[in-house]
């Protein structure tokens, strides 16, 4: 069969409508109205990610402050052994040796939203026990809580140490180990 090329197309550019063009390839950009409900549905998805970004940063922070003490605390129990001596850890976690041939590490770098709780100084022996300064047992207790008041929830990071050789940290929402600092909370996790 073979297609006429003179018979007319119903859909030209004579009989349409719109005068051969299309409707949608006349339409070129958005409404108003189309833009305003994107912006709105923007701000409201921006209002709900700003606050869980922030605790995630200040979680973040508090837990990567925790971490470095607890470090710290496993540097200063090698050190201690493989050099024979007392190293003193000072409560910001500053590392020093207390005999005449002294190593010196600064203290840790805690971010602005990131504030010290109750902390405690502690001793290493040579045998790579944490005791408290002049003490002659192994230290059990709280040694810092880091804690920051921009989150209202889980603000609390707590460093522990059991029996002088046990170092861990723990995630809490009430200050750390009560007023006497003692053993972690039941709700520390």
């Not at 108003?32 to 994107?38: G, N």
């Not at 540097?75 to 002294?102: C, E, H, Q, Y």
């Not at 009560?178 to 709700?187: F, I």
Request: hydrophobic share 40%; proline share 5%.
């Amino acid at each position: 069969m073979r297609i006429n090329p003179h018979r007319t197309n119903p859909f030209n550019a004579t009989t349409h409508p719109c005068g051969g063009q299309s409707r949608s390839s006349s339409m070129r950009g958005f409404t108003i109205i189309e833009l305003m409900i994107t912006l709105v549905v923007a701000a409201i998805l921006l209002a709900i990610a700003i606050p869980s970004f922030t605790y995630l940063t200040v979680s973040n922070r508090l837990t990567t402050t925790a971490n470095e003490l607890v470090n710290r605390l496993s540097l200063a129990r090698s050190d201690a052994i493989k050099r024979n001596t007392l190293i003193s850890v000072a409560a910001d976690g500053a590392l020093s040796v207390v005999t005449p041939a002294s190593i010196i590490s600064p203290a840790i770098t805690v971010p602005g939203s990131v504030n010290y709780g109750q902390t405690q100084a502690l001793e290493v022996t040579q045998m790579g026990i944490l005791q408290a300064v002049g003490a002659t047992v192994g230290y059990s207790g709280l040694v810092a809580d880091f804690n920051s008041s921009r989150i209202s929830s889980n603000n609390h990071r707590c460093v522990y140490v059991t029996t002088g050789t046990v170092v861990t940290s723990c995630t809490d929402s009430n200050p750390c180990g009560g007023a006497g600092g003692g053993a972690p909370n039941a709700t520390c996790r």
